[in-house]
């Protein structure tokens, strides 16, 4: 009992080999992954790459044009310095988009896996992510802000439970979808119960789709939290925030824009890093698209 | 001599760096028909669209020459081909379902293609539509003309597919699989409708197909292909008994043809399953009544032999199937497997399956040894180290290297696959192993090894079997006894010998007619 097969074993390499060769060919997704390595470095050392404290006020140079000596982005009109504000605001933008991403996680994974593997459940989870879906985005956040009041704990806690129903409907699709394929097919036939066909199965299988909705839901975040904090309902100052800088800088618009450009582009920057990264991200884990070898 | 109609020359056809078509070569004289033969990925139907001009995305013609009346159309202009294509040279799509538009009215989507060539004015094209679905032997055709596809069976519309194909009366009909979406029977009205056609027109056929058979009940001339490159072309009756290259040899000797039956021992009389009286019915939503997949169906499967299911789609061979493994509760009946302890678990243990599509039924997350081990890991048997042995004792007997042990399935060949399902299938020892149409989806010599795997294992293992299958060629070479289901119904059942060389039942008889190269092989 020796046959061969005729047809001899496609090296295919390993699945995530695969997705990393995908994205680095897609020059989109390159640009998207810099900038993102960007940001995540400005975020993640920004106590260190910073020249000054970011609440510390320079009341003899307040409105201070970008480039001068001393401050490389200029000052704002307490005369703090714009840089390492925005690098602590960066830092602090990222901290809500990672938390309110991960509450957005824990919570509506298990949801939608429940929901799409048992119908009984499915109407009851469903309906409620169709209420909470019925109500914009921003507005579930507002309120959930208003109620809870300030601080950054709770504008990740309004952000990811706003998020939550587009999770749950993310991964109670893919359930559905993998809930007919044959592998489950053949689990039940092995006698399989539920918690293995769903963490075993379902759950590996979907990983692709979660991760890419984590991306869609992380800009979207960070936007949330520059127009929370914008509101007053997000950081509270002295807290550095972007969205309390612009809403600063506001004030101020008519002596100087700089303190609302830079902000700004930050803000800008990481959703864009984000958005690219996660649609090249998207095509890369497409199976779609990646059985061109088999031919 | 005349000129041939369609000549192609040392074609050789990329999709980016890697060659699809690597010198394949043939001749066309007009009227003649001719199949080009081969497993998947053997570069059949990429030579086809290359004749047309249709290679899909990163497919460019990169040598060799094709001419169509002494024209060369190798690398014709966009505008040249769509004058040909259509016009000139007509094309019989593989999925009928797929391939009509499902929102446009099927006398419109004929209609279409005769405008499309100025053959017509949008005007008279809709009466001539209605003459050619007419022709194309469609029942009451004013009134079909004007329903949607849905409305059409899968047959019907291949039919319509080959009224399109054949609407602008080309000189060169191209039918790529044609019918192998279809059931036997319809298969055998569709190939006789397409042949009488082209009789009459006068129309030459260039038939794509994997069955050799069909090729050489259907074609004139055969060509085999294999790894992109012709390996024997001639008469069909000469490629079929007297082959000459090697790869055909083994393609004619692995055709599940009805003259090879091995003899058949039966020991033992021991029913390991007994189904008996079993029926399912689905109600139908919204009009009430009741939909009966499967009924009153009993047959026993007998220790160390097969019991085979045959039927066409709709048959209830597989609710019948899903009813045995308990994955689909009866309506009525009982089906009891012996030697269990009579919980879901026991059951479950004794009784494993395999399934049809080798590419879904493993989960592509999982390693090979993870994916065999997890009826163990289910069940509770054996430890860690006891399991991972039982893997590479399981490999050898699939025939597969332990080595695989740690591939994913994306990195394994169709019929690799399917071995580790049965690996997978015989690690908790079952007594009976369901096969649901476990090699149709297998080219012919991957599917001929599969089936003397199982037989083998059979033997080694004192295996059961229960064989779900669409083919009875298939079954002859496998099956003890034999199940023939039509509309949820058993028509006729008993040892295979009985039923398949003196079958009592008509439909029974239809469905060996209508397998292709039944023929030319007795």
Redesign the interface.
Known sequence: ????????????G??RGRVLRKLWHNPLGVVGGVLLLIVIVAGVFAPWLAPYPPSQVHFTTPFQQPFTVGFALGTDDLGRDVLSRVLHGTRASLEVGVLSVLLAVVVGVPLGLLAGYWRWLDAVVSRLADVMLAFPFLIVAVGLAAINGGGIGNAAIALGIANIPTMIRVVRAETLRLKE???V????????GAG?ILG??VL??ALSAIIVQATVIMPSAVLGEAILSFLGLGIQPPDPSLGIMLSDAQQYLFRTVWPGVFPGIAIALICLGFNLFGDALRDALDPKTSH??G? | MTEPLLEVTDLQVSFGDVPAVRGAGLRLMPGERVAVVGASGSGKSTTAHAVMGLLPGAGRVTGGRISFRGEDITHAGEKRLCALRGRQIGLVPQDPMSNLNPVARIGRQVAETLVAHGLASRREAKDRAVEILAEAGLPDPGRRARQYPHEFSGGMRQRVLIAIGLACRPDLLIADEPTSALDVTVQRQILDHLEKLTQDLGTALLLVTHDLGLAADRADHVVVMSEGKVVEAGPARQILTAPDHDYTKRLVAAAPSLTTTPPRDRRTAEPVLEVVGVSKEYRIRGGGGALRAADDVSFTVQRGQTTAIVGESGSGKTTTAHMVLGLVTPTAGTIRLNGTDGTRRGRRRAMQAVFQDPYGSLDPMFTVERLITEPLRIFGIGDRASRRARVSQLLDQVGLSPAMAQRYPNELSGGQRQRVAIARALAPEPRLVVCDEAVSALDVLVQDQILRLLENLQRELGLSYLFISHDLAVVRSIAHDVVVMRGGRVVEQGPVGQVLDSPADPYTRQLLDAIPGATVFS
Do not use: I, Q, Y
Request: aromatic share 4%; net charge neutral; proline share 9%.
């Open positions: 009992m020796t046959a061969v097969d005729p047809v001899a074993p496609v090296a295919l390993r699945v394929s044959d592998f097919l053949a689990a039940h036939t092995m006698d399989a293995r075993g199965h590996p299988n061109r070898e031919r």
